[in-house]
């Protein structure tokens, strides 16, 4: 039998013992080295995209400092100048968003692409989760509006994955945001977790109500304050959802869910080819993000034309 099958089989004997004082400790830091991100090392940065760019540390909660990427929009920007904040997902970093970086640079945005805390290149911090991915982001776009060259009006948010869920929470804390951006967002993070549980044959009616309550307390949030299906709805800024027909990281069917729950208005759903973390699928359609965002009033490039060649 694998290990992961006799675990499991041996969770409704051994989970009643591993909740008692005495052991609930080896119980969850099992469950804290089992869900922490990964750390990836950066391999490549602006320049290889042929962008000019900065490096910069911003100031975040608990006194971190957040690596980011500042590349200014084109010359030809009036200032100042609309800018893009860019969230990777869990277990990512920066780095493999930037090939997203020269379309969306040539719409006339200054781009920033942030690592957040315990990821890539920022400082490490006692856990990771999607409200401090939020937090980080707001910190970016508060960093962002207080320069000079930047138009605080004018700040829109893209995120992939847990960052996606990230963006839309941050929306719902700052109320100036001028459009969100959405690449593979769950529906509810306790739909995530039960899957993760599934793929871990853990079983979900043993141990799933402990893990919820267990990571709920230590995030500090209830999941369903901040599951994007219950954040979206409160946004006032304009909303793309975009998502992969061939994800299996999170079905396609929860973006039809979100997008039900955001009812008619203001949120747009784009579904295309590729699966959850395929930037490639998601470049073939950039278009799509820059012609959405200048819609917004955002790409104010004179020169900026789509991939598809529509001039803007």
Known sequence: ???SRLVSALLPTVLPWMTTP???PLLHWGLRRSLRAP???HTRNPAD???AFSSVRIPS???KRLHAWLIPAPASVPQPAPALVIVHGWGSNSDLMLPLAPALHAAGLTLLFIDTRCHGASDDDTFASLPRFAEDTVHAVDWLAARPDID???IALLGHSVGAGAVLLAASWRAQIAAVVSLAAFAHPADMMRRWMAEQDLPDAVIGPHIL???QRTIGYRFDAIAPINTLPQLRCPVLLMHGEHDTVVPVADAHRLLAAAGAGKVQLHIGPGGHDSMEAFLAVIDRVSDFLAAQGMACNAGYASISGRPQ
Do not use: E, I, Q, S
């Open 39 to 41: 750390r990836l090392a």
């Open 213 to 215: 309550g267990y990571v």
């Open 22 to 24: 005495p052991l609930r």
């Open 152 to 154: 605080p009006g004018r």
């Open 1 to 3: 039998m694998p290990r």
């Open 61 to 63: 909660a608990n006194g």
């Open 49 to 51: 995209f042929g962008l």
